[in-house]
Nanobody, 132 residues
Framework: QLQLVESGGGLVQPGGSLRLSCVAS??????????IGWFRQAPGKEREGVSC????????????NYLDSVKGRFTISRDNAKHTVYLQMNSLKPEDTAVYYC???????????????????WGQGTQVTVSS
């Protein structure tokens, strides 16, 4: 069983930055066996995929996807040795306000999806509020 814990949320002014962290733990695992996604859910809205990062391929490359509205502002990265995935969020906008979740699924392929249904493990979420 994999446990995920998010941190790094908070209140920030428009144009500001935050870095979210997702730390994975469990009995025994290699984070590189998992695809990781970041999702968000605002009040009254469905949960949406923000970004995802695949397993590292044999050539050490990863596949990354972003929601169109965050491209150029958000950056996802993973440090398997630290069992951590990050979401760097720059130029934040009020519409980025939401609870942010990380999610994981153990896979054998080298791509990733922004569909919540394709993930098995979820963290508890961290609140991000962008407001002046």
């Amino acid at each position: 069983q994999l446990q995920l814990v998010e941190s790094g949320g908070g209140l920030v002014q428009p144009g500001g930055s935050l870095r979210l962290s997702c730390v994975a733990s469990g009995f025994t695992f290699d984070l590189d066996d998992y695809v990781i996604g970041w999702f968000r859910q605002a009040p009254g809205k469905e949960r949406e995929g923000v970004s995802c990062i695949s397993r590292r391929s044999v050539s050490s490359s990863v596949s990354i996807n972003y929601l169109d509205s965050v491209k150029g502002r958000f950056t996802i990265s993973r440090d398997n040795a630290k069992h951590t995935v990050y979401l760097q969020m720059n130029s934040l906008k009020p519409e980025d306000t939401a609870v942010y979740y990380c999610a994981a699924r153990r896979v054998t392929y080298y791509s990733c999806s922004g569909r919540p249904a394709e993930y098995d493990y979820w963290g508890q979420g961290t609140q991000v509020t962008v407001s002046s």
